[in-house]
C-alpha cells in the first residue's frame, strides 16, 4: 500500500499497488502529492512546513516501540499512524503529539524550536 499526500492542502489517500486516485485540477491549479510507501506501524511524511516534506529525513529506522527519524532542521512533523502514539520525544525531550483535525490518521510534532539536527523518537 502507499500513501498519496497532498503537501498543499495536507490531505491524504491510501491505495494499493494497482489503486488509482483521480486528480483534478482547476484552470492555472497547481499541486504536489507525494507518494510513500506505507510503514509498518508509522509513515513518516516529513516536514509538512516545506514544499519538499520528506528532503528533510536524512535516517529513520523502526524500533520495537515504534520509529525513529533524523531530520536535517526543526520543522512541523507530519506522520501517518493507524495506531495512536502513546508519546514522542525530540531530541530527548517529551513532546506533544497532536492529531491533525481534518485528516485523520495523520499526527503532528512540532519541533520548530529544534536547532541543526534533529532526532524525532515515536512510540506507538
Known amino acids: 500500500k502507499f500513501v498519496i499526500y497532498d503537501v498543499l492542502t495536507k490531505q491524504h489517500s491510501i491505495v494499493s499497488k494497482e489503486g488509482k486516485?483521480?486528480?483534478s485540477l482547476g484552470e492555472n491549479g497547481v499541486s504536489l502529492y507525494l507518494i510513500l510507501p506505507i510503514g509498518q506501524s508509522i509513515t513518516?511524511?516529513?516536514l509538512s512546513n516545506?514544499?519538499?516534506c520528506t528532503d528533510?529525513?536524512?535516517?529513520?529506522w523502526n524500533t520495537e516501540k515504534g520509529i525513529?527519524?533524523?531530520l536535517k532542521e526543526g520543522g512541523v512533523f507530519a506522520f501517518l499512524s493507524d495506531a495512536e502514539p502513546i508519546k514522542?520525544?525530540?531530541?530527548?525531550?517529551?513532546?506533544?503529539?497532536?492529531k491533525d483535525a481534518q485528516n485523520q490518521q495523520v499526527y503532528?510534532?512540532?519541533c520548530?524550536?529544534?536547532a541543526a539536527e534533529v532526532l524525532l523518537e515515536i512510540e506507538i
Open 21 to 23: 486516485v483521480e486528480i
Open 44 to 46: 513518516a511524511i516529513g
Open 50 to 52: 516545506k514544499l519538499i
Open 56 to 60: 528533510a529525513i536524512v535516517n529513520k
Open 68 to 70: 525513529k527519524v533524523t
Open 88 to 98: 514522542a520525544f525530540v531530541n530527548g525531550n517529551q513532546v506533544l503529539v497532536e
Open 108 to 110: 503532528i510534532i512540532d
Open 112 to 114: 520548530q524550536d529544534a
